[in-house]
């Protein structure tokens, strides 16, 4: 199964569905991205705060799978913000990955209260020309802390944020779509604490014959986001990969749209410092 790619305002492409390692123990890691790998995901979203980088690292070294035909995030965590300080936290980041190079560096929040994030923004241009990460972008900044970012200049090429059908970004959006940062759904199946099996997309998923996992997956895919749901359960990972073969109308994408309740599941961007 090929996965599409979407292309990056910097000219490089991303594949839109990848695997995320949120709360993935760093003792199963190895496996549970083995296990990933296996299902054929080839794009892996990491970051320094999980702890699990190094198992994340050894699952790639151990797959055989081509460097170049891998794409690996990873981020920069709150207490290490600053030009010099990030340097150094990519570095261990690579080192714990095993890798010379990450595909995408992101900043992980904003961290308000630190007021330190233009100048942490300012430095990633470098860590790109110095080869060790092909694109930057940022996550977590919402409508309120975009445009200090896009005041530098440098544009990003993803905001990773919170995005499933009820909690869509709907202040965020148009901002995104203006200097095409493209959209990279976090916890894109609501973190599994939304009953969507029990909305319209129960119906819509018994229609196609998918699970309301896929259904949500198709829906992210469709709407242009980069999405890397996560699970630890191999059977749930071929599940949510095998979203090619299907299709939602424009009426079924829209009703999934009209979920909207401004209803998040996790961190407020205001309150993680
Ligand atoms: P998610 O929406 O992917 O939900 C994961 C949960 O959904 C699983 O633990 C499981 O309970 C359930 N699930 C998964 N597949 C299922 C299926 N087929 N059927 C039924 N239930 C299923 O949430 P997430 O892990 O928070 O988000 C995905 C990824 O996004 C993370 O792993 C991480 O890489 C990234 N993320 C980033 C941030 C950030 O601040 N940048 C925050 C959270 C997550």
Redesign the pocket.
Known sequence: MTVPTLKLNDGKTIPQL???????DPEETERIVTDALEVGYRHI???AV?GNEEGVGRAIANSGIARDELFV?T?LWNDRHGAEESKRALGESLEKLGLDHVDLY?I??PTPENNNSVETWEAFPSYREQGLTTSIGV??FDHRYLPQILDTGIIPTVD???C?PQFQQIETRPLLAEHDIKV?????????KVDYADTVIGEIASAHGK????TIIRWHLQRGHV???????R???A??FDVFDFELTAAEVASIDSLENGGR???DPAD?N
């Open positions: 990848g695997f995320g390692v949120f709360k993935v979203d990491t970051a999980y995030t981020k992101l992980h929040w996550s977590n990773q944020i919170e499933h990279e759904a976090w916890g894109p199946l609501g973190q599994g699970s309301w996992a896929q999405v890397f749901p996560k699970s630890n359960n059977d749930r990972m599940q949510n599941v996790s961190g993680v």
